[in-house]
């Protein structure tokens, strides 16, 4: 793969019932990533914005936010599905050689249409829609056949929240920040067994831009650090839940083998210096230590005992307060990539995992997380 | 478990959404709703101009596209403009708002108001088309009774 | 920097008003079956796939991972883009640069849609912004028909001229075995046929399908050894330029102009009329067929009636356009597009059968949708 | 003017918020193998579908094996009897989505004679004693309407621990 880096990052504050329209939303992350990388938008040839028509409650929804993306005057498309994979579109472009800068944008007022009414309808209409599952059931179904599967308590689970959570008091942009116990998630209300409202993610609004760049425009344009895309991947798992391994995500782990090879990335948890994954429950963040290689299968429990990836650990994980802090769903992955790219800089402010030099940015999409994408980020061109 | 012929092509079957409605609450941004209160307590349609290219946009928005820098120069279009396109629907279809069919004829007009540059979408009160021409003078008929929606203004008339 | 790509295979289901016997994902599989036998490949050779459709014509989210269902697609890298009726313009456009970008070497872009289940004008209207514009915008033809409208009283075209186009398109439609509508017609059928949306008429207007279409593209390693004669990519663009409906000016059509002027300067372009031997356009309405070639780089503005009369665009024309009988015989709207780009793949390739052009080294496709979004795609038998 | 559609409006601090629906009806075709399937069970039967290819069962149904793509035709019957692999007890309500009243359980069900899990309702059950592995049997809706739901739900069989 050519050199391409990412050269400006921009991020709305996350938070619920925000009052600005979509485009309004998409102009302040867009403008944001713009004066980070010290860029007009007469130096971006080309945008990729990411959207969900259900989100929005009207079909091509990317039309809202055409000019607020910078749409006007140069070539311009669309991806549905989370943020990573609307960057990913952005990075193929970027390397095709017809186009040197490209703008990726997403955006989602989760608040404004009825989330789980939205998720139902990612079930298949022939099939199991009628059964009415949406997020929290069909990923509790996950969560139980994970945890019972690996022995790995609830507990052990609420260590993410209680992680995450603090994590984003140090995070401007979070929704959700708080110093709370093991006990306060155990004792929060029961949804789905076995989530608890506190092992879940909020209701969030917002949006995030990142612009790429090909390594001739990167070098030019200095007003900050480039960070450089080492690997990226993604892949799909099987459709229906009982025709998955629940317990284990081969998708995940097939991307990460793939974006690791990309990198020459060995020994992910030795190598890999901090973590941004796509925690949208907390049983999720355990399961991706070990789609990730963090730890060996079924050992994720373990992994957040040893405290490995708290801010001090030798893996910091969600630095950010992860999406549990801040759950804007096509955002998300996408705000992954921001924040990975602001501790490569060293400018996570008080978030930053001292000398961070190789990160990792995770998204999915789909039900229970079918899809995943993988994106390996380095300070250093390699 | 057993067996089971193929068989013949048998019995092809539909599932139905049945009434399933889909609640939005969208707010209307900062804009819009300066837009919206504009027709609702000064009777009056604003445009939103970029002091850069000097285009004047309704409905009003944040960004000039083609600047793409933001734009705060509110000028008021007062109520009058020209019929810069129209189309009487004839075909009934289902309104995605009720999940009913519409009623028809009706007639949607883009309207060039006075001093914009784009068009601002309404109805018109006539639908029979050979009495609407392109160009034609218009005005913006307002209801007694206002709310901040962008049917404040009840349809367009030619004058 | 950026590696040459090549439309290797296509595939296509039969088109039809309502296909009872699949469901979607069902459909799907169908016109990947058949590109992968066009390509002579198996799924295994396929590394990556995108597809895309319009959400709301069917209600189902996350239709990328609900899709892999009906076709395999089980553990491979799978993306959705949409925008529209151009999605598969955009589709065609994303395969190209999974390709391009050196991380993928053969690439399936898959576009579907079943018409049948839902209103099509319904769904299509929630694409208007729902604070301002969705109750006055009457689907697609609302727009069209006002833009023809200014057209015939600028310019002196008529109802005719767009009928000219109708049955240009239905009666080249005889030829293509998937085409939805498949029946001759004359200009007084058209013009006998009901007053829709004044004015346009039925037949001016193009049909709702059911149908799906898989195009595979490969990097320029692979695809001389896949297909005989590929289709290699010379240029894609595309310009969305708005938010509103109301913002876009009829008159000097900017993103298609932008569109054609941006494709046609990537693929060294400066005579269309004579440089590309065949098109197939993504003409929703027939009356597009007229005002639209204004502003393509065939004529002075205005002038476009004048060619429709003269039978350029003809089979036996100078250029001639839609062979396959276009998007007034088909229309399965997220497939639409990619089936413009498969048709003028499989001109370049040799093997379209029935409607092929002589002699085709050159062809273009265009997609539109959304509000006002154009896409191109130039191809050439000749490697860029 | 009639075809109005009717906003809620709310004012907040200046800002205007609309409340709007969507309602666009669908009618989905199940295709021939769903269609097949879902007959079978107003006649009380489970069909499922093998793949020799991949020498599985698949329930529900499907046209086309996920894993090798290739053409399903070799349908087969199996029984009402099955093992729950994983649950979850709801105790949230969503009248709009949910068909049963909170608390009640999802699971995950692999019925004998079958090698993929079917996802669906678990009733009559105990829902403090359920537990992977568990017999359940299905419960057949009186009136089938030709959905997902004329299996009502699967319940635990007796004397299941």
Same mark, same amino acid.
């Given at each position: 793969m050519d050199k391409v880096a990412v050269v400006g990052v921009g991020q709305t504050k996350y938070e619920r019932g925000k009052t600005k329209s979509f485009a309004e939303l998409v102009y302040e992350?867009?403008?944001?990533?713009?004066?980070?990388?010290?860029?007009?938008?007469?130096?971006?040839?080309?945008?990729?914005?990411?959207?969900?028509?259900?989100?929005?409650?009207?079909?091509?929804a990317c039309m809202a936010v055409a000019e607020?993306?910078?749409?006007?005057?140069?070539?311009?498309?669309?991806?549905?599905?989370?943020?990573?994979?609307?960057?990913?579109?952005?990075?193929?472009?970027?390397?095709?050689?017809?186009?040197?800068t490209t703008m990726?944008?997403?955006?989602?007022?989760?608040?404004?249409?009825?989330?789980?009414?939205?998720?139902?309808?990612?079930?298949?209409?022939?099939?199991?829609?009628?059964?009415?599952?949406?997020?929290?059931?069909?990923?509790?179904?996950?969560?139980?056949?994970?945890?019972?599967?690996?022995?790995?308590?609830?507990?052990?689970?609420?260590?993410?929240?209680?992680?995450?959570?603090?994590?984003?008091?140090?995070n401007p942009y979070a929704h959700v920040a708080m110093d709370i116990t093991v006990e306060d998630v155990m004792k929060s209300r029961m949804l789905a067994e076995p989530i608890k409202r506190l092992d879940t993610s909020p209701i969030s609004d917002g949006a995030c831009a990142i612009i790429l760049a090909t390594e001739k425009v990167a070098k030019k344009k200095l007003a900050r650090k480039p960070v450089w895309v080492r690997g990226v991947a993604?892949?799909?798992?099987?459709?229906?839940?009982?025709?998955?391994?629940?317990?284990?995500?081969?998708?995940?782990?097939?991307?990460?083998?793939?974006?690791?090879?990309?990198?020459?990335?060995?020994?992910?948890?030795?190598?890999?210096?901090?973590?941004?994954?796509?925690?949208?429950?907390?049983?999720?963040?355990?399961?991706?230590?070990?789609?990730?290689?963090?730890?060996?299968r079924g050992d994720g429990g373990k992994l957040i005992d040893s405290g490995e990836t708290q801010m001090e650990g030798r893996l910091p994980v969600n630095p950010s307060g992860g999406v549990l802090s801040a759950h804007s769903v096509q955002v998300a992955g996408l705000a992954r990539i921001a924040e990975a790219v602001l501790q490569l800089r060293g400018e996570a402010g008080k978030r930053q995992v001292h000398g961070?030099?190789?990160?990792?940015?995770?998204?999915?999409?789909?039900?229970?997380?079918?899809?995943?994408?993988?994106?390996?980020?380095?300070?250093?061109?390699? | 478990m057993k067996n089971i012929s193929t068989g013949s092509e048998g019995e092809l079957l539909e599932m139905s959404s049945g009434?399933?409605?889909?609640?939005?609450?969208?707010?209307?941004?900062?804009?819009?709703?300066?837009?919206?209160?504009?027709?609702?307590?000064?009777?009056?349609?604003?445009?939103?101009?970029?002091?850069?290219?000097?285009?004047?946009?309704?409905?009003?928005?944040?960004?000039?596209?083609?600047?793409?820098?933001?734009?705060?120069?509110?000028?008021?279009?007062?109520?009058?403009?020209?019929?810069?396109?129209?189309?009487?629907?004839?075909?009934?279809?289902?309104?995605?708002?009720?999940?009913?069919s519409i009623k028809v004829p009706r007639t949607d007009i883009y309207v060039k108001l006075d001093g914009a540059d784009t068009c601002l979408m309404h109805w018109l009160d006539e639908t029979d088309e050979k009495k609407i021409t392109v160009g034609a003078r218009v005005r913006a008929i307002f209801k007694e009774s206002r709310r901040g929606t962008i049917h404040d203004i009840e349809c367009f008339t030619q004058i | 920097m950026g590696r040459r790509a090549a439309i290797v295979g296509v595939g296509q289901t039969y088109h039809t008003s309502k296909r009872k016997d699949v469901n979607g994902q069902e459909l799907i599989s169908e016109a990947v079956k058949r590109a992968l036998d066009n390509a002579v490949l198996g799924l295994r050779d396929i590394d990556a796939i995108v597809i895309g459709n319009m959400d709301h014509f069917e209600g189902i989210n996350?239709?990328?991972?609900?899709?892999?269902?009906?076709?395999?697609?089980?553990?491979?890298?799978?993306?959705?883009?949409?925008?529209?009726?151009?999605?598969?313009?955009?589709?065609?456009?994303?395969?190209?640069?999974?390709?391009?970008?050196?991380?993928?070497?053969?690439?399936?872009?898959?576009?579907?849609?079943?018409?049948?289940?839902?209103?099509?004008?319904?769904?299509?209207?929630?694409?208007?912004?729902?604070?301002?514009?969705?109750?006055?915008?009457?689907?697609?033809?609302?727009?069209?028909?006002?833009?023809?409208?200014?057209?015939?009283?600028?310019?002196?075209?008529?109802?005719?001229?767009?009928?000219?186009?109708?049955?240009?398109?239905?009666?080249?439609?005889?030829?293509?075995?998937?085409?939805?509508?498949?029946?001759?017609?004359?200009?007084?059928?058209?013009?006998?046929?009901?007053?829709l949306c004044w004015p346009i008429k039925l037949l001016d207007s193009c049909p709702r399908s059911d149908g799906a279409c898989a195009v595979i593209y490969a990097s320029e390693d692979k695809a001389p050894k896949i297909a005989d004669r590929p289709a290699w990519v010379h240029a894609t663009a595309v310009s969305h330029d708005c938010v509103y409906f109301g913002d876009y000016d009829w008159e000097t059509m900017p993103t298609l102009e932008a569109t054609v002027s941006r494709v046609y300067k990537r693929a060294g372009i400066t005579d269309p009329l004579k440089e590309i031997d065949v098109m197939e356009l993504y003409l929703p309405f027939s009356t597009c067929g007229v005002a639209w070639m204004d502003h393509m780089w065939f004529c002075d503005r205005g002038e476009a009636p004048k060619l429709v009369r003269k039978g350029v665009f003809d089979m036996d024309g100078e250029l001639p356009l839609n062979p396959s009988g276009g998007v007034l015989a088909t229309n399965p709207i997220g497939a639409t597009a990619l089936i413009r780009i498969g048709e003028a793949a499989l001109q370049v390739m040799g093997k379209a059968e029935d409607r092929q052009v002589p002699n085709v080294n050159t062809a273009m496709a265009t997609a539109f949708g959304s509000c006002y979004w154009f896409e191109a795609t130039i191809l050439r038998s000749t490697k860029p | 003017m009639q075809n109005e559609t009717v906003f809620e409006v709310e004012e907040r601090g200046g800002l205007l918020l609309h409340q709007g629906v969507i309602r666009v009806p669908y009618t989905w075709a199940a295709g021939a193998v769903a269609s097949k399937f879902y007959v079978g069970l107003r006649n009380r039967k489970i069909y499922g579908i093998r793949c020799r290819m991949c /020498?599985?069962?698949?329930?529900?149904?499907?046209? &086309?094996?996920?894993?090798?793509?290739? =053409? @399903?035709?070799?349908?087969? %019957?199996?029984?009402?009897?099955?093992?729950?692999?994983?649950?979850?007890?709801?105790?949230?309500?969503?009248?709009?989505?949910?068909?049963?009243?909170?608390?009640?359980?999802?699971?995950?069900? /692999?019925?004998?004679?079958?090698?993929?899990?079917? &996802?669906?309702?678990?009733?009559?059950? =105990? @829902?403090?004693?359920?537990? %992977?592995?568990?017999?359940?049997?299905?419960?057949?809706?009186?009136?089938?309407?030709?959905?997902?739901?004329?299996?009502k739900y699967f319940k635990p069989m007796k004397g299941a621990r």
């Open positions: 992350a867009a403008r944001g990533a713009l004066d980070d990388a010290g860029m007009g938008l007469s130096e971006i040839d080309n945008v990729v914005t990411t959207t969900n028509d259900f989100f929005d409650g009207r079909t091509i607020a993306a910078g749409s006007y005057g140069r070539d311009a498309t669309n991806v549905e599905g989370d943020g990573t994979l609307g960057a990913f579109y952005g990075l193929m472009r970027t390397l095709s050689g017809v186009y040197n990726v944008t997403a955006h989602c007022k989760v608040s404004e249409g009825s989330p789980r009414k939205i998720f139902n309808q990612a079930f298949d209409p022939i099939y199991d829609r009628l059964l009415g599952m949406d997020a929290i059931s069909s990923c509790a179904l996950q969560a139980r056949a994970y945890m019972n599967r690996f022995r790995i308590n609830e507990e052990q689970c609420a260590k993410v929240s209680v992680k995450n959570h603090r994590n984003a008091k140090n993604h892949c799909t798992d099987a459709y229906r839940l009982g025709e998955r391994d629940l317990t284990y995500s081969f998708a995940l782990e097939a991307a990460a083998k793939k974006a690791y090879g990309m990198a020459g990335i060995m020994d992910p948890f030795r190598e890999i210096n901090v973590a941004e994954v796509y925690d949208a429950f907390t049983y999720m963040e355990l399961m991706w230590y070990e789609g990730l290689g963090f730890c060996d961070a030099r190789t990160a990792l940015a995770h998204g999915i999409t789909g039900i229970c997380a079918q899809t995943h994408c993988v994106w390996i980020l380095s300070g250093e061109e390699g | 009434g399933a409605e889909h609640v939005y609450r969208w707010y209307c941004g900062h804009y819009i709703s300066k837009f919206l209160i504009g027709l609702r307590d000064r009777k009056t349609i604003l445009g939103i101009k970029c002091s850069h290219c000097g285009r004047v946009y309704v409905p009003p928005r944040e960004v000039c596209g083609r600047c793409y820098r933001t734009m705060d120069k509110w000028v008021d279009l007062g109520t009058e403009g020209s019929i810069y396109a129209f189309t009487v629907v004839k075909l009934p279809y289902i309104d995605p708002n009720t999940g009913k | 996350c239709v990328d991972g609900w899709s892999v269902d009906g076709w395999g697609a089980f553990r491979r890298p799978i993306m959705k883009v949409t925008t529209g009726g151009s999605t598969g313009g955009t589709l065609g456009s994303c395969a190209y640069h999974h390709v391009a970008s050196g991380l993928f070497d053969v690439v399936m872009a898959i576009g579907w849609e079943k018409n049948s289940e839902s209103d099509t004008q319904a769904a299509i209207s929630t694409c208007a912004d729902p604070i301002l514009e969705r109750d006055f915008f009457g689907g697609a033809i609302g727009p069209n028909a006002a833009q023809y409208a200014m057209y015939m009283k600028r310019y002196g075209a008529t109802q005719e001229d767009a009928a000219l186009v109708t049955v240009r398109d239905h009666n080249n439609a005889l030829k293509n075995p998937h085409a939805h509508l498949r029946k001759f017609i004359t200009v007084q059928d058209v013009m006998n046929s009901p007053m | /020498k599985i069962v698949l329930v529900p149904p499907k046209k &086309t094996c996920h894993q090798c793509f290739s =053409d @399903l035709s070799e349908w087969v %019957e199996v029984s009402d009897e099955g093992t729950l692999q994983t649950f979850t007890v709801v105790h949230y309500s969503e009248p709009e989505l949910h068909p049963m009243k909170a608390p009640f359980a999802y699971g995950i069900i /692999k019925l004998d004679g079958a090698d993929t899990g079917m &996802t669906h309702l678990v009733g009559e059950a =105990d @829902l403090k004693a359920l537990r %992977e592995g568990m017999r359940l049997k299905a419960v057949f809706e009186e009136k089938p309407k030709g959905n997902y739901l004329d299996i």
